[in-house]
């Protein structure tokens, strides 16, 4: 029974960086309509500053801080470079956009930075909390990503339902055409989003470095368990993230404590296929047109 606790344990807390992850990808989605494969590269690249910032400063604080300017910096530098020349263009060219965003991200972190990995420093203490006599394996650390993600999925979902500009946010993304007769500011919102996406990316990439080394490819990973429980949960839900990042988290824990590491990725992909045969639209996904 203690070998399953601590297996449920640490999923929780490995859920919780999944779920921020997801949260960046739904996110995008909900704001621009474009699954942004690219997620996990800028929040690669953005660590890396925030780590750059952390070494000559001595602040972790400052480091995030910096981290999350450079993630709405590079958002922004994404939507006008990238998205917004291909965006009259099919779903698939908007993928394939992203994912030659990432590659290339990847590259020129490499040449900044080079390939080793690093490791992150972490705030507050990565030690399993002592309770009765016995270490579980829950850390402070682990508890402050589990505040951080309720914070951003509290603060996110007020600003996409009873915040103008979450609103316009929406009507750009479904109905561009209509939203800008309606006078919302389609390429504006656009923007806001990919800059807000940047910026919980940056906040995701940060926590999730000291949970694993830092290096160009590390974060890849993450791209296959984030997918899968943003999708599952539903690409509309920032609850449907949280929800499903936390459970993938505890699957994926179990998994690997009770057979091989290596079935960890084999089990998402087939939770995602099993999802797609039998829930397409995702769990917590939305039916009912709304007004915008």
Partial sequence: ?????????????????????????????????VVNFAQVGQAMFTTFVGLAVLELSGSWLLGLIVAIIAGAILGLIVHVLVMRPVRRADSSG???????????????????????????????????????GRVFPITPYDIL?????????????FLLTHTRLGLSMRAAAFNPEVARLSGVRVSR?????????????AVAGVLVAPTATLSPNSFDIFLVFAFTAAVIGGLDSLVG?????????????LVTGYSDASNAAIVALVLLGLNLWFKPDGVFSHHKARSV
């Fill in 1 to 33: 029974m203690g070998t399953f606790v601590d297996f449920f344990l640490g999923g929780v807390a490995n859920g919780a960086v999944i779920a921020l992850m997801a949260l960046a990808l739904v996110l995008v989605w909900r704001s621009t309509r």
């Fill in 94 to 132: 908007a993928i394939i956009a992203t994912f030659g965003v990432l590659i290339a991200l990847q590259s020129l972190a490499a040449m900044i930075w080079g390939g080793e990995p690093r490791s992150y420093p972490t705030p507050v203490d990565y030690v399993g909390i002592e309770l009765f």
């Fill in 145 to 157: 990503v589990l505040v951080v993600t309720a914070v951003l999925v509290g603060a996110l979902a």
């Fill in 189 to 201: 919102m656009l923007a806001t989003g990919w800059v807000i996406a940047g910026m919980v990316g």
């Fill in 241 to 253: 993230a949280v929800a499903f990042g936390i459970g993938t988290g505890l699957v994926l824990s």
